[in-house]
Structure formats: C-alpha cells, structure tokens
C-alpha cells in the first residue's frame, strides 16, 4: 500500500463520519421543533372561533397577581401542562417583614381564581408552588 491509498481511506472515512454527524444533528434540530411545546394555549374552542393566550401573557397574568402583595418585590412565574392541568412555580424575591405562609396561601387561591375566573377552565389549576429565591432589603428613605 503506499501512502495515497491511506490517505485516501482517512479521508473518506472522516468525510463518512461528518455526513453522518450532519444528519444527526439535522434529525435532532428536527425532533427538538416538534415536540417543543406550542407558544400559545388554546383556552376555548367553539364553532364561530377559538380564544388563545401565550404562554409569556399567561406567566406575566400570575407574575402580576404576585407583585401587587405587599411583601413580593419581584416574581417569576413558570406554568407547565401535565394530565390536563396547569402546575404552577412561582419564584420570589420578598422583603423581610413578608408573611410567607400568607403569601403562599393567597397566591394558591389567586392562580386558582385566575384560571377559573379570567381564564374560564375551572377544573385547569393545578398544584402552585412558591419558591422564595431572594430577600431584598427594605428601601431607605431621607
């Protein structure tokens, strides 16, 4: 064999093994896109039309619920659909003086209304989780 016939097997096996990585990187790209979930949630469905909400309208709605307690200065809501309902996470950033267990159960009850109430699914609120993630300091004044 001289050194061209090597060479030449190197190279094609490299090439061999590239297109096969290019394919499956393609059929991941692919496979990540279909089952990525969908942006916007469909809330009712009826002959004359459908009502959508995104999902960023549908965290901002529980985030801005959050942020009008006393105690919360900042919220961050992520909402999954599993088995049919809705499980919420809420992170928190409070103040000190925040009455947490108060909090937790004003919250638990408000995702509640907001899906049965704003949203019009009653049997759609899942379990809410409240995470507190920070304590921001109470703001000076002069």
């Not at 190197?10 to 061999?16: Q, Y």
């Not at 809330?43 to 999902?55: E, M, P, Q």
């Not at 992520?78 to 992170?91: E, M, V």
Request: proline share 4%.
């Amino acid at each position: 064999m001289n050194d061209y016939s090597i060479w030449r097997d190197v190279l094609l096996a490299d090439a061999n093994r590239n297109f096969f990585l290019l394919w499956l990187a393609l059929a991941l790209w692919v496979l990540l896109i279909l089952v990525r979930p969908p942006s916007t949630i469909v809330l009712n469905k009826a002959a004359t039309g459908r009502l959508l909400i995104s999902r960023h309208a549908l965290n901002r709605l529980i985030e801005a619920c959050a942020e009008q307690l006393k105690g919360v200065v900042h919220a961050r809501a992520q909402i999954r659909r599993s088995g049919g309902k809705f499980h919420t996470t809420l992170h928190l950033r409070v103040r000190p003086t925040a009455k947490l267990d108060a909090i937790q159960g004003y919250l638990t009850q408000e995702v509640g209304d907001i899906f049965k109430e704003n949203l019009g699914l009653p049997d759609a609120a899942g379990r809410v989780e409240v995470k507190v993630t920070g304590v921001v300091p109470e703001s000076k004044g002069f």
